[in-house]
């Protein structure tokens, strides 16, 4: 597609459900990434995925949450038993290959999810 | 861990004024810095890209300047706007993964 698309765009859940966010990310972008912003807050860095390979999930806040990409494409982020803290934007991002430190990084819209 | 600052935090402007927005950062170990616009309830729109090696880097109303060694770069933004109405986030690549601050919010006044 032209450009990185996520949904839902916006999701309200009750507390200790679980979600599932997706993300679609440039045609021929193998670096994809998912931030975090909460309100007021800045742009809290998650997961790096380079292809399907997850090098860098330190971001990670607690084991509750999780991702896998698939086919080098489509990213899912799982968040299990969701708790209000949980309540922000989800952004996810992508490049061209992490390698080259030209590239620039191309954010979608955002998931907006409230916990409830 | 890359720390990001960015003053001033919030600023109004009249339309016509030029805008100058400053960013520094903690950690000199960059690949590169983006800047980014956010407009209220959407994601992050890249602006600018400027290299490790690069000193500045410019698109039409905007030039972005990179003093790697003592971790600062400035946004400028030339007669302003109010469709530059937005926050200004820079964004320092080191491994893996770009660094945020809170930005800079700018409210062009007619």
């Known amino acids: 597609g032209a450009g990185v698309s996520q949904s839902p765009s916006n999701k309200v859940t009750e507390k200790g459900k679980d979600v599932e966010l997706r993300c679609d990310p440039i045609?021929?972008?193998?670096?994809l990434y998912w931030y975090r912003q909460s309100l007021g807050q800045g742009l809290e860095f998650l997961i790096y995925?380079?292809?399907?390979?997850?090098?860098?999930k330190s971001g990670l806040p607690s084991d509750r949450f999780s991702a896998e990409r698939t086919g080098g494409s489509v990213s899912t982020l799982t968040i299990q038993r969701t708790q209000q803290e949980d309540s922000a934007v989800y952004l996810c991002?992508?490049?061209?290959?992490?390698?080259?430190?030209?590239?620039?990084?191309?954010f979608g819209e955002g998931s907006w999810l409230t916990v409830v | 861990k890359q720390e990001v600052t960015q003053i001033p935090a919030a600023l109004s402007v009249p339309e016509g004024e030029n805008l100058v927005l400053n960013c520094s950062f903690t950690d000199s170990a960059i690949y590169n810095l983006q800047w980014f616009r956010q407009d209220p309830g959407k994601g992050l729109t890249s602006l600018l890209l400027i290299q490790s090696s690069q000193r500045e880097q410019t698109s039409g109303r905007l030039n972005a300047s990179l003093d790697k060694s003592s971790g600062r770069s400035t946004l400028y933004i030339a007669a302003s706007q109010p469709g530059d109405s937005a926050t200004y986030l820079c964004?320092?690549?080191?491994?893996?993964?770009?660094?945020f601050g809170k930005g800079n919010q700018v409210v062009v006044i007619p």
């Open positions: 991002a992508s490049s061209l290959f992490q390698g080259s430190s030209g590239n620039t990084i191309y």
């Open positions: 045609s021929g972008h193998t670096a």
């Open positions: 995925f380079q292809g399907n390979s997850a090098p860098d």
């Open positions: 964004a320092p690549r080191g491994n893996n993964r770009l660094a």
